[in-house]
């Protein structure tokens, strides 16, 4: 029976968007193979549009750094801190959810939509 109880804490939740499609959250069952020792793993998702902008901030007005391709793996950025408050989205002032995505580098973090309509969790076949 203990068991029971210390099983569900185990699991690794997985991203559920809401009923417009968005993810607030930004966990998924698959994780990259970690670069760089000094970064966290980050969880990986798949892109389901051709053309999907990535921005400078978590905002449609914002500059796009790059844009990805249908069937791209993004990775999700990692932010240190010792809370569930990395693994959650920015929202931009209408309320929507942005993902931070990996560059080739550190400092190259730029913002997707975090909406099924653009983005799914990726699932290995």
């Known amino acids: 029976m203990l068991l029971l109880g210390v099983l569900p804490a185990a699991v690794q939740a997985q991203a559920q968007a809401d009923l417009q499609g968005n993810y607030f959250r930004n966990e998924t069952m698959v994780q990259a193979a970690s670069r760089d020792s000094k970064l966290s793993a980050g969880s990986l998702w798949l892109v389901r549009v051709d053309g ?3 921005r400078r901030s978590a905002s449609l007005s914002s500059d796009v750094v790059r844009t990805y391709a249908s ?9 240190r801190g010792g809370s569930d408050e990395v693994l959650i989205n ?3 002032r209408n ?3 942005w993902m931070p995505v990996r560059g080739t580098r550190s400092e190259d973090v730029c913002f997707v939509r975090a ?9 290995p076949r």
């Open 90 to 92: 920015p929202i931009d």
């Open 52 to 54: 999907l902008n990535c």
């Open 71 to 79: 069937g791209s793996l993004l990775e999700v950025e990692v932010y």
């Open 95 to 97: 309320g929507r959810p």
């Open 115 to 123: 909406n099924s309509r653009y983005i799914q969790p990726f699932t």
